[in-house]
């Protein structure tokens, strides 16, 4: 099985935060850096940790690092997901990730982006069964895609065809760190920085876990300093 890890899973916010991006977001330049620059302004502060408070990095993302000796990469988008499928193509995937990425009802649906990827890679024959596996934390959040699974699966139906549906798992973790594989059972790890959704204050642990896992860049994270 593949392993992806989307950096919004650790790195999140607290309920009613409503300049968020997790609500809903591009994934432009302005959304990746100048986005939080100016939540850090509307905060009244000078510097990443104006951020603190709203936007924390939860628990849990230690325990990747067991993960060790697993080939792994390390990416800025899950739009670059596809260079990490075709290496290790037709295998089941579980993604922890606060967005299940399986379709959107924006942009071009044809074309790879970070919400449609998985979708895409299992109508395309990349991916055999994908499970998206939601933070603890959503519990808290009311409005958040792993709160509610099933008003999730109900919004999932809309955007995926009906063939797919049973190829596809939403869980989401008891407590920080629970619901990953053994080490033994997977072929690779993808580590996804999403820039546009995850606290630049964090960019450094992000650092830190891409090392201890000698991740292989696809695209380079950004070092938003």
Known sequence: MLLSIDWDAFSGTRELVFDAPIWGTRDRDHDRHAAWTHRVHKRGGSDWAALDADFPLYPGWEALRAYAGVPA????????????LERYPGLDVLNLDSHHDLGSRSGDPTRVRPGNWAGLGLARGL????TTLYPDWHADLPVAE???????????????????LPRTTLLRQPEPGAGLPDPARVTSLLLVQSPAWTNPAHDAALEELACTLNAAPIVAPLRRS
């Open 73 to 84: 990469f390390v990416t800025l988008s899950h739009a670059d997901a596809w260079a990490w």
């Open 127 to 130: 991916i055999g069964h994908v």
């Open 146 to 164: 792993g709160h509610d699974l099933d008003r999730t699966r109900g919004e999932i139906r809309d955007l995926l065809p009906a063939p797919l």
